[in-house]
Nanobody
Framework: QVQLVESGGGLAQAGGSLRLSCAAS????????MGWFRQAPEKEREFVAA??????????YYADSVKGRFAISRDSAKNTVYLQMNSLKPEDTAVYYC?????????????????WGQGTQVTVSS
């Protein structure tokens, strides 16, 4: 079982930046593909970004809506995955969730992930 705890959400102005963190429990963090998802009010949860498992030479994946603005990274020594969000837009407003899967990356579907954090709110004002 993996427990995920997000932090770093808050209020930002359009064009600003925020960095989200997700701390994972356990000693096998490097075995997990890690992902970020978000859910805006009255919308379905959607994929944002993912990063492959392992210790180095990571592969990253992004939704088209955030490509070039967001960056996912991980520090396996700290059991933490990050989401650096730049050039924020009001439409980025959502609850952001961290997720993990104990297999290689296979896509953007929610069902691909086994464990989820409780979410952190990001609000971008215009």
């Amino acid at each position: 079982q993996v427990q995920l705890v997000e932090s770093g959400g808050g209020l930002a102005q359009a064009g600003g930046s925020l960095r989200l963190s997700c701390a994972a429990s356990g000693r096998t963090f490097s075995r997990y593909t890690m992902g970020w998802f978000r859910q805006a009010p009255e919308k379905e949860r959607e994929f944002v970004a993912a990063i492959s498992r392992g210790w180095f030479d990571y592969t990253t994946y992004y939704a088209d809506s955030v490509k070039g603005r967001f960056a996912i990274s991980r520090d396996s020594a700290k059991n933490t995955v990050y989401l650096q969000m730049n050039s924020l837009k009001p439409e980025d407003t959502a609850v952001y969730y961290c997720a993990s899967r104990n297999r290689q990356y296979s896509g953007q579907a929610l069902a691909d992930y086994d464990y989820w954090g409780q979410g952190t709110q990001v609000t971008v004002s215009s």
